[in-house]
């Protein structure tokens, strides 16, 4: 599969589009549905039609049209409610002869659609044109204008004579035009620009056609951009006539080597302005976007079936990749990425990925906020792990154009990494608990390189941070470390697979405190019971913070009891403040890549250790008893055998 989803793959497509007719009595919603169906003026019409289909082939995306007449009566209120709901556009109407229908588009009408949260597009149609007075002419576009200009869903307004088969069918073909090629995601009529999201996908669907990155596209580029959008070659006088329009309305839309970026921009803004939105919007199907502009995590071959305690990582195909992409967006070359640089990078997907949680304030950044190489790649293995489809996608949005299929990697299981006493894991993912002002923030911010703060403010339940750590012979791991709240431990364990996605845990207590000591020490018998009931054990560390405070006189003593009673190494002692981290972060990887070790037992585990070993001791035991049953009892009968025939 290649690095662009094809519109063929159909995620936009409908069987049918829906449009329900609504409007003041009298107004002419019934004969409009009746004439468009029969291209005739009935005589009489019933007061509500049933659904009306007008079929594919009356339209050029040959798709039908489904059309909802209703009722303007108080008892009806309920089903056009139901019927809106279901919409995928509305034609609302008011009749030419009666002023006070209009006014009743604002008046009620539309802002019952908002009451109601209808959010598609809205086709205002004038009925009747035929009965009003020609001696009172108006200007549609100058009374809509202020009333278009408030409701911003009303895609068009259009005026019509069902009586004398005037703009009758375009009334649906711009409802119809309206759901398949909607003109809000794309452009704003308010200042008569590209909006920010198109602008971002028509600039990846240009890096995309650029196949020498000269930043134009050549004659031989237009062409096959041509071909694979609309199926038909462009001939060297339409060419030649694309660049004439850019270059005169747009001198620098032109440069010697073709078509650059603002000229392909300008060119689709004439498209939209002429109303032909199907071409920008064919184009922008063809490269996989959907009405959102954004490409559709769900059309994304990720890994789907995967087992609680497998995890998703980069390929070594993904992180080169990722490699030239940070080396061709560091415009100075200073091996870091600014946030101007940053912002460059992400300038052809919808928005940058990392701005929000769990993501914003999970990496290491230098004094002036730049991020290198190392925070960039962690921050995709942070966000691979946690999202494989956003991932994905945005490695699309990047310009992968390699299989995606080869993008990432399922890891082995981590139950099967413990029988084997071996992973072949690159990132690890941590979960680090204790008890209230123990130090867990500290600890994250240190990993980043935050400086030391003496107050921290209360961090939610998804608070990460991720960075590599340096391992013997200059092999470098990916850690995550994800801060679990002390509030939220019972909740959280609460899930039978809760621990399947943890390599290590970490508990961590303030050292001059005893209370923590015995908080954290809980904490941690709770998480060993419930990877002994739950089968997915981990393997864990007991953090001594804040050693540059005075310990209590059993300190040491007490921390040492509780690994050893749990069968685990001895606590790791640090001191965030005076940055004495006593190497926690490559001992915490150690850890988590000797699976089998450190896996703390409680007297709850070893019961249960004692009692299968009973048990399948017991089996042994009754399997060989059965054996030598069966061999006597085979003797026997050999014997008796002999017995009763004695040779001769």
Same mark, same amino acid.
């Given at each position: 599969?290649?690095?662009?989803?094809?519109?063929?793959?159909?995620?936009?497509?409908?069987?049918?589009?829906?449009? *329900?007719?609504?409007?003041?009595?009298?107004?002419?919603?019934?004969?409009?549905?009746?004439?468009?169906?029969?291209?005739?003026?009935?005589?009489?019409?019933?007061?509500?039609?049933?659904?009306? *289909?007008?079929?594919?082939?009356?339209?050029?995306?040959?798709?039908?049209?489904?059309?909802?007449?209703?009722?303007?009566?108080?008892?009806?209120?309920?089903?056009?409610?139901?019927?809106?709901?279901?919409?995928?556009?509305?034609?609302?109407?008011?009749?030419?002869?009666?002023?006070?229908?209009?006014?009743?588009?604002?008046?009620?009408?539309?802002?019952?659609?908002?009451?109601?949260?209808?959010?598609?597009?809205?086709?205002?149609?004038?009925?009747?044109?035929?009965?009003?007075?020609?001696?009172?002419?108006?200007?549609?576009?100058?009374?809509?204008?202020?009333?278009?200009?408030?409701?911003?869903?009303?895609?068009?307004?259009?005026?019509?004579?069902?009586?004398?088969?005037?703009?009758?069918?375009? +009334?649906?073909?711009?409802?119809?035009?309206?759901?398949?090629?909607?003109?809000?995601?794309?452009?704003?009529?308010?200042?008569?620009?590209?909006?920010?999201?198109?602008?971002?996908?028509?600039?990846?669907?240009?890096?995309?056609?650029?196949?020498?990155?000269?930043?134009?596209?050549?004659?031989?580029?237009?062409?096959?951009?041509?071909?694979?959008?609309?199926?038909?070659?462009?001939?060297?006088?339409?060419?030649?006539?694309?660049?004439?329009?850019?270059?005169?309305?747009?001198?620098?839309?032109?440069?010697?080597?073709?078509?650059?970026?603002?000229?392909?921009?300008?060119?689709?803004?004439?498209?939209?302005?002429?109303?032909? $939105?199907?071409?920008?919007?064919?184009?922008?199907?063809?490269?996989?976007?959907?009405? !959102?502009?954004?490409?559709?995590?769900?059309?994304?071959?990720?890994?789907?079936?995967?087992?609680?305690?497998?995890?998703?990582?980069?390929?070594?195909?993904?992180? !080169?990749?990722?490699?030239?992409?940070?080396?061709?967006?560091?415009?100075?070359?200073?091996?870091?990425?600014?946030?101007?640089?940053?912002?460059?990078?992400?300038?052809?997907?919808?928005?940058?990925?990392? !701005?929000?949680?769990?993501?914003?304030?999970?990496?290491?950044?230098?004094?002036?906020?730049?991020?290198?190489?190392?925070?960039?790649?962690?921050?995709?293995? $942070?966000?691979?792990?946690?999202?494989?489809?956003?991932?994905?996608?945005?490695?699309?949005?990047?310009?992968?154009?390699?299989?995606?299929?080869?993008?990432?990697?399922?890891?082995?299981?981590?139950?099967?990494?413990?029988?084997?006493?071996?992973?072949?894991?690159? +990132?690890?993912?941590?979960?680090?608990?204790?008890?209230?002002?123990?130090?867990?923030?500290?600890?994250?911010?240190?990993?980043?390189?935050?400086?030391?703060?003496?107050?921290?403010?209360?961090?939610?339940?998804?608070?990460?941070?991720?960075?590599?750590? !340096?391992?013997?012979?200059?092999?470098?791991?990916?850690?995550?470390?994800?801060?679990?709240?002390?509030?939220?431990?019972?909740?959280?364990?609460?899930?039978?697979?809760? $621990?399947?996605?943890?390599?290590?845990?970490?508990?961590?207590?303030?050292?001059?405190?005893?209370?923590?000591?015995?908080?954290?020490?809980?904490?941690?018998?709770?998480?060993?019971?419930?990877?002994?009931?739950?089968?997915?054990? *981990?393997?864990? $560390?007991?953090?001594?913070?804040?050693?540059?405070?005075?310990?209590?006189?059993?300190?040491?003593?007490?921390?040492?009891? *509780?690994?050893?009673?749990?069968?685990?190494?001895?606590?790791?002692?640090?001191?965030?403040?005076?940055?004495?981290?006593?190497?926690?972060?490559?001992?915490?990887?150690?850890?988590?890549?000797?699976?089998?070790?450190?896996?703390?037992?409680?007297?709850?585990?070893?019961?249960?250790?004692?009692?299968?070993?009973?048990?399948?001791?017991?089996?042994?035991?009754?399997?060989?008893?059965?054996?030598?049953?069966? +061999?006597?009892?085979?003797?026997?009968?050999?014997?008796?055998?002999?017995?009763?025939?004695?040779?001769?």
């Amino acid at each position: 599969m290649s690095g662009d989803l094809s519109a063929r793959t159909e995620f936009n497509h409908r069987s049918t589009v829906r449009v *329900v007719v609504v409007g003041d009595p009298a107004t002419g919603k019934s004969s409009l549905i009746a004439a468009a169906a029969t291209d005739t003026f009935p005589e009489y019409v019933d007061p509500v039609l049933p659904p009306t *289909v007008l079929p594919a082939e009356y339209y050029p995306d040959e798709i039908p049209v489904t059309i909802i007449d209703t009722s303007s009566s108080l008892d009806g209120k309920a089903k056009v409610e139901e019927e809106l709901q279901r919409a995928d556009a509305i034609v609302l109407t008011y009749a030419c002869d009666q002023p006070e229908t209009l006014a009743n588009l604002q008046i009620y009408w539309l802002p019952e659609f908002r009451r109601l949260k209808v959010n598609i597009p809205v086709i205002v149609v004038g009925c009747m044109l035929d009965l009003r007075d020609e001696h009172y002419p108006i200007n549609l576009e100058r009374m809509m204008g202020p009333i278009m200009q408030k409701f911003k869903e009303i895609e068009t307004c259009i005026e019509c004579s069902a009586a004398n088969l005037v703009e009758v069918a375009e +009334v649906f073909y711009y409802a119809q035009k309206a759901v398949l090629h909607p003109t809000a995601p794309l452009f704003d009529q308010d200042s008569q620009t590209l909006k920010p999201r198109c602008i971002k996908a028509l600039k990846r669907i240009f890096i995309l056609s650029d196949h020498d990155r000269d930043s134009a596209l050549n004659d031989s580029e237009l062409n096959q951009f041509q071909v694979k959008c609309f199926n038909a070659p462009l001939h060297d006088k339409e060419t030649d006539e694309v660049k004439r329009v850019v270059r005169e309305n747009l001198p620098q839309g032109i440069s010697h080597l073709g078509l650059t970026l603002d000229g392909f921009l300008y060119l689709h803004s004439l498209f939209i302005a002429k109303g032909r $939105l199907e071409t920008t919007w064919t184009v922008l199907r063809e490269f996989g976007y959907n009405d !959102d502009l954004e490409l559709p995590k769900e059309n994304l071959p990720v890994p789907s079936e995967k087992a609680p305690d497998q995890s998703v990582e980069l390929t070594s195909a993904a992180v !080169d990749f990722l490699k030239e992409i940070f080396s061709l967006y560091d415009s100075d070359k200073d091996g870091t990425l600014q946030d101007f640089e940053l912002d460059d990078l992400f300038s052809t997907a919808p928005e940058s990925p990392w !701005d929000d949680d769990p993501y914003k304030d999970s990496l290491e950044r230098s004094e002036q906020g730049d991020v290198n190489l190392s925070g960039f790649l962690s921050q995709w293995a $942070l966000m691979t792990l946690l999202d494989p489809s956003q991932s994905l996608a945005y490695l699309m949005y990047l310009g992968f154009a390699g299989d995606l299929a080869t993008a990432f990697r399922v890891t082995r299981k981590r139950s099967l990494d413990f029988k084997k006493q071996h992973t072949d894991r690159h +990132v690890f993912r941590c979960f680090v608990f204790g008890p209230k002002n123990s130090g867990k923030s500290a600890l994250l911010n240190s990993f980043i390189g935050r400086p030391f703060q003496d107050n921290y403010n209360l961090t939610n339940s998804q608070c990460y941070t991720v960075n590599t750590v !340096d391992q013997l012979q200059g092999i470098k791991k990916t850690l995550i470390l994800n801060e679990i709240q002390e509030c939220d431990v019972k909740e959280f364990l609460s899930s039978k697979d809760s $621990l399947a996605a943890c390599d290590v845990a970490v508990f961590i207590y303030d050292s001059s405190d005893e209370y923590s000591l015995k908080k954290a020490s809980k904490l941690m018998k709770e998480v060993a019971r419930k990877g002994e009931d739950s089968g997915y054990g *981990v393997p864990c $560390l007991l953090i001594a913070a804040k050693n540059d405070l005075n310990l209590y006189p059993m300190a040491i003593k007490d921390a040492e009891m *509780v690994c050893q009673g749990l069968k685990i190494t001895a606590p790791i002692r640090i001191s965030v403040k005076e940055q004495y981290m006593n190497n926690v972060f490559q001992k915490i990887v150690t850890t988590a890549q000797q699976c089998h070790l450190s896996v703390p037992e409680t007297e709850h585990g070893r019961y249960k250790k004692r009692y299968r070993q009973l048990f399948n001791r017991s089996l042994f035991l009754a399997s060989v008893g059965a054996a030598v049953a069966i +061999v006597a009892l085979a003797a026997y009968r050999a014997y008796a055998c002999r017995k009763t025939n004695p040779a001769r």
